[in-house]
C-alpha cells in the first residue's frame, strides 16, 4: 500500500481498537475541587473530542472521550477566595506546616496518583493523540519529577537547618512561600508540564488555583480525589471554564501572587497587564520558540539528520523544545535534505496506540489548516516540499513536510509552526544564522553540528547570550530535570529545574537576632520545645 493509500486510510473503526485501549464507557466529568470539597456541576459542559476519527462506513467522526464542566467567573472567583483563605496570609494551616510535614502531604498524593495511572495514561492518548508509549512515559517521568523535588526540598530543608553568626547577628534563613499561586498548564504535555510547576509551588506552602489545559482537560480528573484528601482545605482548587472568561477577574483581583503559564508570550503580556500590582506579582512562563538547528559544513549528516528527525517531529513536533527551523550549509544542502527526507519516510505514523508508532493525529482542530497555509504561503515565495508525501493531510492527521529553500518573507521563517513541517534555510556564512538569533524574539535553544572544534567555539560565545541552552551535536531538550530550564526574550521568565523550580516558587526569609546571651536563651528554648516550624534545627532525612 502507497504511504498516500495508508493515509487515506489512517483511521480505523472502532471495532479494530484494541479492547485494552479502550474505556468501559465515557468519561463525563460533573463535578470539581474547590475548597476542600468536590462540588457538584449541573451547567453547560465541554465535550472531548479526540484528534482520533472513529470510521463508520464511509463517515469519519471524532471519538467522544466524556465531557468537563464549564465554570463561569463566579466559580472561579469562589476558588481564588477558598485558595486566600487557605493562604491566610501566610498563617494558615500549610504555609506554617513544617517542611516534613508538606513532604508527607506530597508523598501521599504521589502513591494515590501512581494507582490512577491506567486511567491518566489512558486519558492523555485520546485526548491529545500522543502515543500510548510515550503517554507512559510523560505519566512515569511526572512521578519521578515528585520524587526528584521531594529530594531536592529535603537537601535545601537540610541545608537551612543551622543557625549563621555574622558581625555579631545571629540567624536562621530559610525559604518560605509566596501566596496564591495561578497554575496554567499546555496541552502538549498536559500531565508534566503542569505538575512541573504545581508540584514545586505546592510543596513550598503556596495555595495553588490550577485551571487545566484546554486540550488535556479530563486526565486531571481522575486526581482531583487524591487532591482533596491529601491536602488542607482550600490549598489545591480547579477551575474550569473559558480561559478569557474567568482568568481575567482572577489578575484584576490584586489577589494572585504568582502567574504560572506555560503557553504563549501574547496570553501572558495580557495577564500580567490585568494585575492593578505588577511589582507584587511573581510570574513563572515558559513561552513561545523557534529553536534552530545549524548544520554546519563540517557536520556529520548521519548524525545531524537522527537529531533533527528526533527534534523536530518528536509528538509531531508539539513541543516548545522542537526545532523548528533548520540552518544548513549550502555546500551539503542537497545531501543533508536527500538523508533528511529518506529519515522522514521511515517513520511510523498511525493510531497512538499501534506499537512503535512515531507520527499520530493533531489534537488542536485548527492546525492542519494552518500547517496548509505556511506550506503554501513558503511555496508562493519560492520554497518546494522537498520530501515526497510531504503535507499530505486526513482530517487531523499531516504527513510530515520539509520545505526548501525557505527565506525571509516567509511564515515559516519566523512563525512558530509548532507542528510537523521542517523549513530549511540554506546559508554561506556562519553570521547569517547568528543574526537570525539575533533578530529573532525568540531565545529558547540552538542546536550546533559540527566535527570542527574551531567552529563549534565561534559558534558558541555568541549564542550562549542570545539563547539559555546551545545544545553540541545534539537535539534541543528539556532534560534532564535537574538543569536549568528558562529562556531568553519573548520565550520564558523565570527558571525551572528541580532546584530552580522551588526557589521560583519560595521567597528567602530570616529570623535574626543580637548574639547575646538573653537572645541565645530565648531561641535555644524556642528551638528545644519545638515552638516554632521556621526557626527549627531538625534534620530532615
Not at 214 to 234: Q, S
Not at 238 to 257: A, C, D, E, W
Not at 396 to 404: D, N
Not at 507 to 529: F, G, H, M, Q, T
Request: proline fraction near 6%; charged fraction near 25%.
Amino acid at each position: 500500500m502507497s504511504v498516500k493509500d495508508q493515509i487515506a486510510s489512517i483511521f480505523v473503526d472502532e471495532s479494530d481498537i484494541p479492547k485494552e485501549f479502550l474505556f468501559d464507557e465515557e468519561i463525563h466529568q460533573k463535578e470539581y475541587l474547590s475548597n476542600g470539597e468536590m462540588k457538584p456541576w449541573t451547567g453547560p459542559c465541554s465535550e472531548v473530542l479526540s484528534p482520533v476519527f472513529v470510521r463508520s462506513g464511509e463517515e469519519l467522526k471524532r471519538k467522544l472521550v466524556g465531557s468537563f464542566p464549564v465554570c463561569t467567573e463566579k466559580e472561579a472567583m469562589e476558588a481564588l477566595d477558598a485558595a486566600v483563605n487557605a493562604y491566610n496570609n501566610g498563617r494558615g494551616e500549610w504555609p506554617t506546616m513544617s517542611v516534613q510535614n508538606r513532604i508527607t502531604c506530597v508523598e501521599q498524593f504521589t502513591r494515590k496518583m501512581v494507582e490512577k495511572k491506567e486511567i491518566v495514561v489512558k486519558l492523555i492518548m485520546w485526548e491529545i493523540g500522543k502515543s500510548y508509549a510515550d503517554s507512559v512515559k510523560e505519566f512515569d517521568r511526572t512521578v519521578e519529577y515528585i520524587h526528584a523535588t521531594i529530594d531536592a526540598l529535603k537537601d535545601i530543608d537540610r541545608d537551612s537547618s543551622r543557625f549563621q553568626i555574622e558581625q555579631g547577628i545571629v540567624a536562621q534563613v530559610r525559604r518560605s512561600p509566596l501566596g496564591v499561586v495561578l497554575c496554567m498548564g499546555p496541552f502538549n504535555y498536559p500531565l508534566n508540564e503542569t505538575f512541573t510547576t504545581l508540584i514545586p509551588a505546592l510543596i513550598m506552602g503556596n495555595t495553588i488555583l490550577f485551571k487545566p489545559p484546554k486540550h488535556g482537560t479530563l486526565l486531571h480528573y481522575p486526581l482531583l480525589e487524591a487532591f482533596r484528601t491529601c491536602f488542607p482545605k482550600g490549598v489545591v482548587n480547579t477551575i474550569y471554564g473559558r480561559g478569557h472568561t474567568i482568568v481575567p477577574g482572577l489578575m484584576q483581583s490584586g489577589k494572585i501572587n504568582v502567574l504560572t503559564l506555560i503557553g504563549s508570550s501574547k496570553v501572558a503580556d495580557e495577564l500580567k497587564k490585568l494585575h492593578p500590582k505588577v511589582n507584587r506579582l511573581r510570574a513563572i512562563l515558559g513561552l513561545d520558540a523557534k529553536n534552530a538547528a545549524i548544520i554546519t559544513k563540517d557536520a556529520d549528516i548521519t548524525l545531524a539528520v537522527e537529531e533533527t528527525v528526533l527534534g523536530a517531529l518528536s509528538f509531531n513536533g508539539q513541543r516548545c523544545t522542537a526545532i523548528k527551523i533548520v540552518f544548513v550549509h549550502r555546500s551539503i544542502a542537497q545531501l543533508f535534505l536527500k538523508t533528511l527526507a529518506e529519515a522522514v519516510e521511515k517513520l511510523k505514523f498511525g493510531m497512538p496506540w499501534e506499537k512503535g508508532v512515531n507520527l499520530t493525529p493533531l489534537p488542536e482542530p485548527h492546525k492542519p489548516a494552518y500547517l496548509k497555509e505556511c506550506i503554501e504561503d513558503a511555496e508562493s515565495k519560492g520554497a518546494k516540499v522537498v520530501n515526497e508525501n510531504g503535507g499530505i493531510a486526513n482530517e487531523s492527521f499531516v504527513y510530515p513536510a520539509i520545505m526548501y529553500p525557505v527565506n525571509s518573507q516567509m511564515k515559516l521563517y519566523r512563525e512558530e509552526q509548532f507542528g510537523p513541517v521542517i523549513p530549511v534555510v540554506p546559508f554561506d556564512d556562519l553570521e547569517e544564522p547568528i543574526q537570525y538569533l539575533i533578530d529573532s524574539t525568540h531565545g529558547q535553544q540552538v542546536s550546533v553540528f559540527s566535527n570542527n572544534p574551531d567552529v563549534i567555539a565561534s559558534l558558541i560565545d555568541p549564542l550562549v547570550n542570545q539563547v539559555s541552552r546551545v545544545n553540541i551535536n545534539c537535539q534541543c531538550q528539556r532534560g534532564p530535570d535537574v538543569f536549568p530550564f528558562t529562556g531568553r526574550k519573548d520565550s520564558a521568565e523565570g527558571t525551572l529545574s528541580v532546584v530552580d523550580a522551588l526557589r521560583s516558587f519560595s521567597i528567602r526569609s530570616l529570623v535574626a537576632a543580637k548574639l547575646n546571651e538573653n537572645n541565645k536563651a530565648l531561641l535555644n528554648e524556642i528551638v528545644e520545645d519545638n515552638n516554632s516550624n521556621f526557626l527549627s534545627t531538625k534534620y530532615i532525612f
